[in-house]
C-alpha cells in the first residue's frame, strides 16, 4: 500500500467546515504537512504538526494528530469557494517528505 | 515575488527528442527538488541536491538527469521523453534537510510529449 493514503475527494457546502483525513505509516515522521495546490499552480505550505502535538489551530484551519492510529485530519472552517484545490498531505521522516495522491476539495453554493 | 521560477509554463516536445525544463530560485537554498506530478497521482520525487551534492531516488530511470551549475539554477534534462514523462514537473527548494524546513515550490512545468 501506499505510505500516506488520502481520499481523492470531498465535496460540501459554502460555510460548512470540511474535514480531510489521512494516515500515515511511519511512526518516526517528525513533522505533518498540509499543501494546497490550485488549478495549474505548484503547491503551497498550509500548516504543519509536529509529532509530539496533539492539535494545531491556525485561523480557520484546525490540525487533528493521532498518532497512535497515524491519522492525520485537516478541518476547514466556514468553507469559500476559493479553498476549492487540491489538498495534500505529506509526512517528513529523514530530510524528504512524501506526499499522498491529494484531496480535490469541491465547494458548492 | 515568486521565489522559486519555472520556464517554461507549458512544454511540448516529441517523442524522443531531448528536453530540458529550469528552475531558479531567489531564496539562497541549499536543497533543490525535482518532483514529476501525474494526475492524481502524489507528487513523486525523482532527485535532490544538497548543494551540489546529488541524490537520485532509486527507481528514477535513466532518461531523467539533472544539473545545478550554481545555488540559484537547477535543470531536468528527459534525455528522450516518451509518452509516460507526460506530466507535471514541479521543482522546490528548502533551507536544510534536517530542521522543520518548509518545501517552497514553483509554479511546474507541464510537459506534453506528441
Known amino acids: 500500500g501506499e505510505d500516506v493514503e488520502q481520499s481523492l475527494f470531498l465535496s460540501v457546502r459554502e460555510g460548512d467546515s470540511s474535514v480531510i483525513n489521512c494516515t500515515y505509516t511511519?511512526?518516526?515522521?517528525?513533522?505533518l504537512y498540509w499543501y494546497k495546490q490550485e488549478p495549474g499552480a505548484g503547491l503551497q505550505l498550509l500548516t504543519y504538526?509536529?509529532?509530539?502535538?496533539d492539535m494545531k489551530q491556525d485561523q480557520r484551519l484546525t490540525v487533528l494528530l493521532n498518532k497512535k492510529d497515524k491519522h492525520l485530519s485537516l478541518r476547514i472552517a466556514d468553507t469559500q469557494t476559493g479553498d476549492s484545490a487540491i489538498y495534500f498531505c505529506?509526512?517528513?521522516?529523514?530530510?524528504?517528505?512524501?506526499f499522498g495522491r491529494g484531496t480535490s476539495l469541491i465547494v458548492h453554493p | 515575488d515568486a521565489m522559486v521560477i519555472q520556464n517554461p509554463r507549458y512544454q511540448v516536445t516529441q517523442f524522443g527528442k531531448p528536453v530540458t525544463l529550469s528552475c531558479s530560485q531567489t531564496?539562497?537554498?541549499?536543497?533543490m527538488y525535482w518532483y514529476q506530478q501525474k494526475s492524481s497521482q502524489a507528487p513523486k520525487l525523482l532527485f535532490h541536491?544538497?548543494?551540489?551534492?546529488?541524490?537520485n531516488e532509486a527507481d528514477t530511470p535513466d532518461n531523467f538527469q539533472s544539473r545545478r551549475p550554481n545555488t540559484s539554477f537547477c535543470f531536468l534534462d528527459i534525455r528522450s521523453p516518451g509518452l509516460g514523462d507526460a506530466a507535471m514537473y514541479l521543482c522546490a527548494t528548502s533551507g536544510r534537510q534536517t530542521t522543520n524546513e518548509k518545501l517552497f515550490f514553483g509554479s511546474g512545468t507541464q510537459l506534453s510529449v506528441l
Open positions: 511511519d511512526s518516526s515522521s517528525t513533522y
Open positions: 504538526i509536529f509529532s509530539n502535538m
Open positions: 531564496l539562497n537554498h541549499n536543497v
Open positions: 541536491y544538497y548543494d551540489k551534492d546529488f541524490n
Open positions: 505529506a509526512e517528513k521522516r529523514s530530510y524528504i517528505p512524501t
